[in-house]
């Protein structure tokens, strides 16, 4: 290995050789010279470290993240609120009866109309009311409710899905939803 600390020529006067192969820590010369077999060990190692790149800045960004999930950003909050739209003049819906809605949610978002931010879901859904494989806010906005009726439900996180969002990429945790629901039938 070659190593030099100063300019000049490459004389090599004032080095030292060792067992045959020239070691140079002269002042005379600013460069590294690696040997024929350093270059062939330093080509492998980047050929070696060109393959782990990749993965090597996966492991940094993985180690740098915090475990916030991508996705939406926070909703705005506002506290429980169930408003009807159209009153219904079907059959009423109670605690322990299955019933057929319709919804669309919304997260909430106070700049926007109606504070309906961003669309994450829309469907057709039976349930049981007052079971808890529902959000409490369902069960509490759908209970009383005639078959025919539309009502807005404006669930707080602690009435919905709290920090356990079902899909992070589309409810953020903590959020305030705002739904639009038909009650379609009751059994």
């Not at 002269?26 to 470290?49: D, N, R």
């Amino acid at each position: 290995m070659n190593v030099g600390l100063g300019a000049g020529g490459s004389s090599g006067e004032g080095c030292d050789t060792h067992g045959g192969r020239r070691e140079e820590t002269c002042f005379h010369q600013l460069s590294w010279k690696p040997s024929l077999a350093e270059v062939g060990a330093s080509k492998y190692t980047l050929l070696e470290m060109k393959r782990l790149l990749p993965l090597l800045m996966l492991l940094a960004v993985a180690a740098c993240s915090d475990d916030t999930p991508t996705g939406p950003s926070p909703t705005t909050s506002a506290p429980y609120s169930a408003t009807d739209l159209v009153v219904g003049t079907g059959a009423l819906a109670a605690v322990g009866n299955t019933v057929s809605v319709t919804y669309t949610g919304w997260l909430h978002d106070s700049s926007k109309p109606a504070a309906k931010g961003a669309q994450f879901d829309a469907g057709t859904i039976p349930f049981q009311i007052g079971t808890p494989n529902i959000i409490q806010g369902w069960n509490q906005g759908i209970a009383g409710m005639r078959v025919g009726g539309q009502r807005r439900l404006v669930i707080p996180p602690e009435l919905a899905y709290g920090n356990r969002s079902p899909d992070p990429s589309r409810i953020p945790q903590n959020a305030t939803l705002v739904f639009d629901v038909q009650l379609n039938s009751v059994q």
